[in-house]
T-cell receptor, first 111, second 117 residues
Framework: GEDVEQSLFLSVREGDSSVINCTYTDSSSTYLYWYKQEPGAGLQLLTYIFSNMDMKQDQRLTVLLNKKDKHLSLRIADTQTGDSAIYFCAEDAGNNRKLIWGLGTSLAVNP | ETGVTQTPRHLVMGMTNKKSLKCEQHLGHNAMYWYKQSAKKPLELMFVYNFKEQTENNSVPSRFSPECPNSSHLFLHLHTLQPEDSALYLC????????????????FGPGTRLTVL
């Protein structure tokens, strides 16, 4: 069935780059998304990538898509304490474009 | 601010109570969603409304009853809930459901933290 997997935790030092990885199973996905959830808040759309692209850059964020391996990554350059949050990967799947979500990666940024 | 608001932000209710969650979007979208977020589980899609019509109900128990009076407002009526229904309930909206050739990006509200005693 459709599945999205992410590692649950990542810890980095302030100023370093963070790389959050995601694997998915539905090869027919059209769009893949990264959302951020801060404590006590809803999900905030960070960025998305169309499946025919292999890279998208938006300021400190770089998304890499390896469609052959069904692997998506989010790189955050110069990670700040304000980037501490849970990051969710999601793919749209199937004819009804339902979003399939990962469990989220909890990013801790240490001073 | 994402343009999607939810009230109340926190709700504590007993198993015999009846309460409602409210969601409002100011983005001019035509699709609205209810999700349940529980610890250590993927986000669960509960209901989808597209142009005020319910298009998806993902086997949600009847103690949850959605209502969408117009494209800007979405309610979730709760009655006779169980303690395992305690979770964060998220509302989202998107321009329109469907359409393979374009993204239908969802924007989320802050959620209602529900505790059932």
């Amino acid at each position: 069935g459709e599945d999205v997997e992410q590692s649950l935790f990542l810890s980095v030092r302030e100023g370093d780059s963070s790389v959050i990885n995601c694997t998915y199973t539905d090869s027919s996905s059209t769009y893949l998304y990264w959302y951020k959830q801060e404590p006590g808040a809803g999900l905030q759309l960070l960025t998305y990538i169309f499946s025919n692209m292999d890279m998208k850059q938006d300021q400190r964020l770089t998304v890499l898509l390896n469609k052959k391996d069904k692997h998506l990554s989010l790189r955050i350059a110069d990670t700040q304490t304000g980037d501490s949050a849970i990051y969710f990967c999601a793919e749209d799947a199937g004819n009804n474009r339902k979003l399939i979500w990962g469990l989220g990666t909890s990013l801790a940024v240490n001073p | 601010e994402t343009g999607v608001t939810q009230t109340p932000r926190h709700l504590v209710m007993g198993m015999t109570n009846k309460k409602s969650l409210k969601c409002e979007q100011h983005l001019g979208h035509n699709a609205m969603y209810w999700y349940k977020q529980s610890a250590k589980k993927p986000l669960e899609l509960m209901f989808v409304y597209n142009f005020k019509e319910q298009t998806e109900n993902n086997s949600v128990p009847s103690r949850f009853s959605p209502e969408c009076p117009n494209s800007s407002h979405l309610f979730l009526h709760l009655h006779t809930l169980q303690p395992e229904d305690s979770a964060l309930y998220l509302c989202a909206s998107s321009p329109a459901r469907g359409g393979v050739s374009s993204t239908d990006t969802q924007y989320f509200g802050p959620g209602t933290r529900l505790t059932v005693l």
